[in-house]
């Protein structure tokens, strides 16, 4: 996906840069996956080369262990999101996977955020947009803590860790950054609300875009 114009997602295409820019919404359509993504998320993790893999997940996992992962998503628990490219393909991922907590354990309710983006794809501030919308999740569905574990030489990572004013700390080769997550507010609801339609809409529209073009395309 090397080609991809990063023009594809500068704004939701239904909406407009100004209106995207008044009401504060995320310039870049980010859209919710769910269990029918799965074979889409899969095949992403999968384009990603052994460096990037270990960047990932802390180690370079191999073809099997990433569909192993793919494969226990829990999206009735978990929150993924996704940016798509042309052809329905996912450039971008993020994972806000809630943490287990015993039921005796008295302490704030956590998750993790896992980040993966293409890496034709780096540089335009779309892994920040993604740990954002992530963000926004967590608050609205009171998360309390929310954490990235990673590793020291991930800059990209860290970089986006100081970004949302996480607090980093680091021990043998790891780096843990963790935020305290504001509560839900009505703001912050109809914001994710207006976003999540918005991108759904816009992911809509490019899909009959593109079906449009490839049906001129053979007459």
């Known amino acids: 996906m090397s080609s991809e114009p990063i023009e594809w997602f500068d ?25 029918s993504h799965r074979p889409l998320i899969l095949a ?30 829990d999206f009735e628990r978990d929150s993924v999101f996704g940016i798509f490219g042309r052809d329905d393909v996912l450039l971008g991922v993020v ?16 998750a993790e955020l896992g980040l993966s983006l293409d890496a034709n794809m780096r540089g335009h501030g779309l892994g920040t947009l993604l ?11 009171g998360i309390e803590m929310l954490f990235i574990y990673t590793l020291m030489d991930n800059e990209a990572m860290l970089r986006i860790a100081h970004k949302l004013n996480m607090r980093v700390s680091n021990a043998d080769g790891q780096c843990e950054a963790h935020l305290r997550v504001e509560p839900a507010s009505t703001g912050s609801m109809v914001r994710e609300f207006v976003d999540e339609h918005l991108a759904d809409i816009d992911h809509l529209f490019k899909g009959s875009l593109n079906q449009f073009k490839k049906w001129a395309e053979e007459f």
């Open 44 to 73: 992403h993790l999968l384009a990603l080369n052994e460096t990037d893999r270990r960047l990932r997940f802390s180690y370079a996992l191999g073809d099997a262990a990433i569909a192993k992962y793919t494969a226990s998503i």
């Open 11 to 35: 704004i939701p295409s239904v909406l407009g840069r100004r209106a995207a820019s008044i009401l504060g919404l995320s310039k870049v359509p980010i859209v919710e996956l769910d269990d």
């Open 131 to 141: 740990f954002q919308r992530a963000l926004r999740r967590a608050r609205n569905e």
């Open 95 to 110: 994972h806000l996977a809630e943490l287990n907590q015993a039921a005796d354990k008295a302490g704030p309710k956590g």
